[in-house]
């Protein structure tokens, strides 16, 4: 499948903002991993005092490996567990996908700490963009769109909002069903890019339900959507904090 790019965000617990603060890139066949801090950890760090992992003491290093780094590979399921085909098509993923792919699907969530995984979104030659994450926030949905969420079926259409007025943050991606409940919300990392897709159309930035997974799975992977556009001339992941700290 050849080099993907993979970005490492962590969450403040007291602020509950979000930050990009790494970047992986690998090539599963050539054996090749590279993870580097990124403008994200630098502010970060400035703002709300992020401390760098063991794994990666050095802000301004640049970590290569022939395997996956531990930080990476212990947040995915091992290929011997027997629930393992299970795991991987809760993440709408094939049997044989490699731990990059996986990783990039599931997100790397652990209790331990407020790591998340996500892949960079590709942009194609005509502007346009395919992504998929999951939901966040639908806890705190209210009951009714709660009980909606719990009747979506796969490949059940979706709108995709702009919310201005969210406490949490200045700005917020509403995701929303088709009869208006909302539902929860785009990932804060992902924020400015897709607000820029709804704004370059306003009802091309259109999502859909991929996979709904029972409440006996980890709540952050309830429910897996996709969601596509169109960036125009806007380049996405390209700001500072996107950027690695080395060359």
Known sequence: MGARTLFLAWQDNKSRQWFPVG?????VQRSEFRFRYTGGAARAQKEVGFGLTADFPGLRDDYR?????????????????????????????????????ILAADGGHRVTDTFEVFPKIEKGADGGFLCRFFLHGWRY???????????????????????????AAPLAVQIQTRDYH??????????????????????????????????????????????????????????????????
């Open 182 to 247: 909302m539902i929860g919300w785009a990932p804060r990392y992902l924020v400015r890019d897709l607000m820029m897709a709804v704004a370059e159309g306003p009802g091309t930035c259109t999502a859909q339900v991929i996979r709904l997974n029972p409440l006996e799975a980890p709540s952050r992977q309830r429910l897996l959507i996709q969601m596509k556009g169109n960036w125009g001339s806007h380049e996405p992941m390209t700001d500072q904090d996107f950027e690695p700290l080395v060359g």
């Open 23 to 27: 970047r992986l890139d690998a090539d």
């Open 141 to 167: 949905a209210n009951g009714e769109a709660q009980k909606r969420l719990d009747r979506l079926v796969p490949y059940e259409g979706l709108h995709v909002a702009l919310e201005l007025t969210n406490d």
């Open 65 to 101: 490996a022939g395997e996956l780094f531990p930080l990476f590979r212990n947040r995915i399921m091992t290929r011997g567990r027997p629930d393992f085909a299970d795991y991987v098509a809760s993440l709408d993923l094939r049997v044989e996908a490699d731990p990059v792919e």
